[in-house]
């Protein structure tokens, strides 16, 4: 079992070859895929009239603040316009993709942050009210082994229910980490459009869970939430992380083989 994450940097280019690679390679393993697709939620708000604010936690992690408006266009833009465009381009090559939401089935079950622990433009430290964001909690897999079993490959949009059936927003990639924790997969692979970890301007080959976390003050936005996303999915039971870029040939071989990109392992 493989899972993948395309970031949404992905979706927009991404190499010709990426489909092809993926039917290939899924001719004989199965596949999940899940997405992200922030920098389009923002764009659809931004149109639709409502601003996007965004928050720093104190050990460094940027998030969207999602309010109740936020949750709903946050949901539509993920399970409806990115989920679509990528079974539809996975579907024209011969892909047998289902597009599920993370509500789907159960897959995704997050509890609400009430609060949220913030940094102000000062760096102090201040509690906000929580809005509709999720830490997830639980993962239901059956609908998805059902799928991959059947020969599908099932497309998973970042979305959780909160214990009162409420939509939550929850972070791609750790829906992905989580996704393929509870899976067991073998492979977890983050296709971004960087080639993977960056230290010292010099991309680092290789690198434990422990040293991923001791790593996670000093790796900037965007980049932070992959490595400790990669953490989680090792502590969960996924095997083996790589973080590589969506923009070369055959990016999923490349990844496989660990060719040009980070590989995280316990
Ligand atoms: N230390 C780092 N090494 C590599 N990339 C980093 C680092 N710190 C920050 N980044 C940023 O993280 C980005 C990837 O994350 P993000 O933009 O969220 O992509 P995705 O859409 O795939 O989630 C890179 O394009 C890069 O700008
Ligand atoms: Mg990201």
Do not use: W
């Not at 009162?164 to 296709?191: H, M, P, Q, S, T």
């Not at 090792?234 to 496989?256: F, Q, R, Y």
Request: aromatic fraction near 4%; charge should be positive; charged fraction near 25%.
């Amino acid at each position: 079992m493989i899972v993948i994450k395309f970031g949404g940097s992905v979706l927009y280019d991404l190499h010709p070859s990426l489909i092809e690679d993926m039917r290939q390679i899924s001719l004989n393993q199965k596949m999940v895929l899940v997405h992200g697709g922030g920098k389009e939620v923002t764009n659809i708000a931004t149109k639709l009239g409502k601003e996007q604010r965004f928050i720093v936690s104190p050990s460094g992690i940027r998030s969207r603040y999602t309010d109740k408006e936020t949750a709903e266009i946050y949901t539509m833009v993920m399970s409806g316009k990115i989920n679509k465009i990528i079974v539809r381009m996975l579907v024209e090559k011969g892909i047998r993709a289902v597009g599920v939401s993370g509500i789907d089935g159960n897959i995704l079950k997050a509890i609400r942050k009430t609060k949220l622990a913030v940094l102000n433009e000062k760096g102090r430290k201040m509690i906000i009210e929580g809005g509709y964001t999720g830490k997830i909690s639980s993962v239901e897999t059956s609908l998805l082994n059902t799928l991959t079993d059947g020969g599908f490959l099932p497309v998973v949009s970042p979305i959780a229910l909160s214990e009162n059936y409420e939509y939550l927003n929850v972070d791609g990639d750790r829906a992905a980490a989580y996704i393929a924790g509870n899976l067991k997969a073998d492979k977890v692979i983050f296709l971004t459009n960087v080639n993977g970890l960056h230290l010292d301007d010099k991309l680092v080959r290789n690198l434990t869970s422990s040293q991923a976390k001791e790593y996670l003050p000093k790796i900037g936005f965007g980049m932070e939430k992959k490595i400790l996303a990669s953490t989680e999915a090792l502590m969960l039971g996924a095997k083996e992380v790589i973080i590589s870029s969506g923009k070369v040939s055959n990016p999923i071989t490349c990844a496989i083989n660990h060719v040009d990109c980070t590989v995280i392992s316990n």
